[in-house]
C-alpha cells in the first residue's frame, strides 16, 4: 500500500539531517567562538585537578552562540574529566529557587516528590549526594535574567556552596543583559565579579562560515550553492548579527524547496521565508516574555510607528520608573522594540515597535 509518509521520507532531496537545525541541536564546531571557548574552559579547568572552578557570567545578544558554546565546553568537559556533573537549566523553564533545587535534586539522580518539598531538606540531600559523589557540579543557569526578585537567592546558594558545605561548585550564568548583576544583590555579585564575559554580535565574515558548516551538517551536497548561503549569512548580519536567524532562514528555505518537490534550494525560497523568519522569532520572543514586558510591549506596538513616550510608557504601566526603565532596556536589547527619538533632550524618549 502507498503511504504518503514513506513517499515524503524517500522524496526528501534537501535535507540529509534535518535535526541539525533544532533549537537543541549542538553543532559538531563552534566557529568563530575560540576564544570564548577557551576562556570558558579555562574557567572550568580547576575541576580536573581537584580544584574550586570559577564562576561565569556569560552575557551578550540573541544568537551570538552563548548556549551553544557553554554546551560543548561542558561536554568536552565531560568527555575529558569523569569529575564533572554538568547540570543545565533554562530558567523560563525554572524561573524560581525551588523549582531549580528540585531540577538539580533530579538530575543528580535523587527522587523528588511532586508535592510539599521544603527547600532546606532539599537543599540538605542534594548536599550529601554531591559529597558522597565527589564530583565537582556545574550549574549551567541559562537565561538567567528571568530568575527576579527573591527568587535570585539561587545564586548566593549555589555560590557559597564552598563555604558554607564544603563543596566546590561552579556556576554559569547565561543572560542577554549585560546589566542583570546591576540588580543582584553585592554578596552575589561579589562572587561572579572576577569573570564576566561578553559575547559580541557575528560580523558578517563569522556568520558566513557558521552558516556554510551548519549547510554541511544538514543539507545534501547539491541542495544549496555559495549564494543561497550568503543570502541567509548577510540577513543575519542585518538582524543584529544573530547566527539564530541566519539559520533558521536557511532551514525554511530547505522546506520551501522540499514542499515543491525541488533538489536544490533558490533564492526565491530564501526570499519567500524572511518575513516568516522575522515573524516567528518575535512571536517566540513575545511568548516567553513575562506580563510586565508583554504589557509594556504591546502598549508600545499600538502606538504604531510614531511609538509613545516613556512617560506614557510609565503612566500605562503603573510601576516606577526605574523598573519600567530596566524592562524598556531589557526589550531593546533583545531586538524588539527601538528608539524613535530621544524627546525633550533624552528625557522623554519615545520607543517604538521594531518592525
Ligand atoms: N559559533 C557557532 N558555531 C556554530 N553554530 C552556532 C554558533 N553560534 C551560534 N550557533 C547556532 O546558532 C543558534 C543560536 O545560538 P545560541 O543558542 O548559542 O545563541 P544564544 O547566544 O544562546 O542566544 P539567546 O540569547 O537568544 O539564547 C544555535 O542554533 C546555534 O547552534
Ligand atoms: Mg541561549
Redesign the pocket.
Known sequence: MSNVFRELAEGGSIFRNEDA?A?E???E?????ESEVKELAFALRPISENRRPQSVVVY??????????VRHVLAQLTDYTSRCFPIYLNCWNYPSRVSVLCKVAEEIGMFVPRRGVAVDEIWAEIVSVLKQAKKVPVVVL??ADVVAGDEQGIFYDFLRMRENEGIDVGVMA?T?RGDVLAQLDTRIRSSFLQSFME?KR?TPA?LKE?VK??AREGLRAGAYSEEVIGMCSAFGAKNGG???IA?NLLWLAGRNAEKEGREEITTEDVDSVKGRVLESMKNDRITELEDLDRHIVEFIKKAGSAGVGTREIYDEIGKNERTVRLHLGKLESMGLIEVASSGEGGRNRVFRFRT
Open positions: 537545525f533549537p541541536y549542538l553543532p564546531a563552534i566557529l568563530g567562538r551578550g545578544p540573541p544568537g551570538t552562540g552563548k548556549t551553544c558554546s541559562d537565561e547565561i542577554n559575547f557575528y563569522q557558521i558548516e551548519r544573530d547566527a539564530r539559520l
